[in-house]
């Protein structure tokens, strides 16, 4: 069965600092993939998404990410985290009925000032 | 812009009352969405709805119906609440799918069950 894991419950990175975020999948075919972001008390917001061509993507707010299919990842890195930073990241995968996503459980990400 | 609207923000239920959490998206999207969030289950999606007029189940569709009322709103009724279904709800919509699509959210709606 399909599957996405985000091995962090928490990550907590100092301001300033560089930040991964790990998201591994189970899929048997080409993958859509996505991150998305929520800060408390809100919805989701999109940061990236990967579907086909460089495997390095750039999305908002100075995120990127990048799919390596031999890993089967797609973790989300930045180069240096900002307080606002500080939210729930989750990664999802689009499954082949084109209407339904797999969420990873989410990382909390803790920014220490 | 208002994007995907949901409401209520906040409600409390009694174990058997019924309710509807309403939601509208101005976004001419086809597809529209409704998932619940419990703490370390990421989102799972309860109902969806592919196009205007259909409606389809997701993953714990279970104590819940929905209505495609047009193509602006979908709405998500509870008949017959249990405390379970303390959750917070998320309606969403995209153009057409999920595959490649960005998926757009409301602000949530928190739901407790006493």
């Known amino acids: 069965a399909q599957s996405v894991t985000q091995p962090d419950i928490h990550i907590t990175v100092s301001e300033g600092a560089s930040l991964e975020l790990r998201c591994n999948y189970s899929?048997?075919?080409?993958?859509?993939l996505f991150w998305y972001v929520q800060s408390p008390g809100q919805g989701l917001q999109l940061l990236l998404k990967?579907?086909?061509?460089d495997t390095l993507v750039q999305g908002i707010k100075g995120f990127e990410a990048e799919f390596k299919r031999s890993q089967s990842s797609f973790n989300l890195r930045k180069p240096s985290v900002h307080w606002s930073d500080a939210a729930e990241y989750f990664c999802?995968?689009?499954?082949?009925?084109?209407?339904?996503?797999?969420w990873g459980a989410g990382t909390k990400l803790i920014i220490k000032p | 812009n208002a994007g995907v609207t949901q409401t209520p923000k906040f409600q409390v239920l009694k174990t058997g009352q019924s309710m509807t959490l309403q939601c509208a998206q101005d976004?001419?999207?086809?597809?529209m969405y409704w998932y619940r969030q419990d703490p370390g289950m990421g989102l799972r999606l309860i109902y969806y709805?592919?196009?205007?007029?259909?409606?389809d189940k997701g993953e714990v569709p279970n104590g819940y119906n929905v209505s495609r009322l047009n193509k602006r709103e979908f709405s998500l009724r509870l008949e017959s609440a249990a405390p379970s279904q303390t959750s917070v709800y998320f309606c969403?919509?995209?153009?057409?799918?999920?595959?490649?699509?960005?998926?757009?959210f409301g602000e949530g709606s928190w739901l407790t069950v006493v």
């Open positions: 969403a919509s995209s153009g057409e799918g999920t595959a490649g699509n960005t998926i757009y």
């Open positions: 976004m001419n999207h086809n597809s």
């Open positions: 709805s592919a196009s205007e007029g259909t409606t």
């Open positions: 899929y048997g075919a080409t993958p859509y």
């Open positions: 990967y579907f086909s061509g």
């Open positions: 999802a995968v689009s499954m082949d009925s084109n209407y339904q996503l797999i």
